[in-house]
């Protein structure tokens, strides 16, 4: 079993819609990182979390440290959303090494 | 400002022979790791400097892979007697020390033929 896991691995959705994005980890972290690849594109990196919620524009990021799970929200999603989220976790302070998702591939409709 | 920098962009090599993949940190950024992007394995980490510390090369699959930061700024990954199994994208980035946020090059698409 992988240490993070993504959910659903493929999306599609209509211009508008609210989207929600899944991450469940089974280790202990010091941070959770949400990442952004376009296609053919590098990486971005969009939150970094310990606790909490995070928001950037229409991005919204939380995290349940008990639960060991985030979410990943876009709020008015616009086909320009239309990238492979990634969601990594690092471990220890001082070393974040990222240990990473499969990734979820969001495609946003007009 | 300028970000990570990463050459070459693209190599095409054949197998068994050596190719060196470069990164140019951010400036100040004391942080940088490398890590590999594969079809099959998706996104893995490669090896991590910290400043004057001993890396962490924890991440490297074989002893083919090795890598070295010179003057705690650029550094080099090297995979000698490439493997068509090490054809994937390089990726590095780097950090400013206990951020832990990183800012991640457009990467090395290294293809063994």
């Known amino acids: 079993k992988n240490e993070v896991e993504q959910s659903p691995q493929n999306l599609t959705a209509q211009e508008g819609e609210f989207i929600t994005i899944n991450c469940s980890y089974s280790?202990?972290?010091?941070?959770l990182h949400w990442l952004q690849q376009h296609p053919g594109g590098g990486i971005v990196s969009l939150f970094m979390?310990?606790?909490g919620k995070k928001k950037h524009g229409r991005l919204i990021a939380t995290i349940n440290i008990q639960e060991k799970h985030s979410s990943l929200h876009i709020t008015a999603s616009h086909p320009r959303d239309s990238a492979v989220y990634i969601c990594?976790?690092?471990?220890?302070?001082?070393?974040?090494?990222?240990?990473f998702g499969t990734g979820t591939r969001l495609t946003i409709i007009p | 400002g300028a970000g990570v920098s990463q050459s070459p962009s693209n190599k095409v090599t054949e197998k068994g022979k050596d190719v060196e993949l470069r990164c140019d940190p951010i400036?100040?950024?004391?942080?940088l790791y490398w890590y590999r992007q594969s079809l099959g394995q998706g996104l893995e980490f490669l090896i991590y400097?910290?400043?004057?510390?001993?890396?962490?090369k924890s991440g490297l699959p074989s002893d083919r892979f090795s890598a070295e930061r010179t003057g705690g700024s650029v550094s080099t990954l090297t995979i000698q007697r490439t493997q068509q199994e090490d054809s994937a994208v390089y990726l590095c980035?780097?950090?400013?020390?206990?951020?832990?946020?990183?800012?991640f090059g457009p990467g090395t698409r290294l293809t063994v033929t």
């Open positions: 980035a780097s950090s400013l020390v206990l951020s832990g946020w990183q800012y």
């Open positions: 280790v202990g972290i010091s941070a």
């Open positions: 979390l310990s606790s």
């Open positions: 990594a976790v690092s471990r220890n302070f001082g070393n974040e090494k990222l240990t």
């Open positions: 400036s100040g950024h004391t942080a």
């Open positions: 400097f910290q400043g004057n510390s001993a890396p962490d």
